[in-house]
Nanobody, 113 residues
Framework: QVQLVESGGGLVQPGGSLRLSCAAS????????WGWYRQSLGKQRELIGY?????IYTEAVRGRFVISRDNAKNMVYLQMNSLKPEDTGVYYC?????????WGQGTQVTVSS
């Protein structure tokens, strides 16, 4: 059974950093390309970045966010730096650029003073 579990979110001040984790199980993790998505209040969920042969990030997060993975642990991470209030939202992991699995619960990130 496929399961995606995101964690690591929380409240952080503008300019701060946060590291999100995604634990994936129930599939062949290593052969898939993994990315991170986010959904801000009142907006649609969007793909913000993924790492295949080369890393791809949206303009909104490029230079501030870094995606990494640990195949031995079936984990994918999102290091978020220089956070802005506009980064507030629920963050999800899934395959990318197309999502193939049922969404996990996501993890809430709130950037505010």
């Amino acid at each position: 059974q496929v399961q995606l579990v995101e964690s690591g979110g929380g409240l952080v001040q503008p300019g701060g950093s946060l590291r999100l984790s995604c634990a994936a199980s129930g599939m062949n993790f290593d052969i898939r390309t993994w990315g991170w998505y986010r959904q801000s209040l009142g907006k649609q969920r969007e793909l913000i970045g993924y790492v295949g042969n080369i890393p791809i990030y949206t303009e909104a997060v490029r230079g501030r966010f870094v995606i990494s993975r640990d195949n031995a642990k079936n984990m994918v991470y999102l290091q978020m730096n220089s956070l802005k209030p506009e980064d507030t939202g629920v963050y999800y992991c899934n395959t990318a650029p197309e999502w193939d699995f049922q969404w996990g619960q996501g993890t809430q990130v709130t950037v505010s003073s």
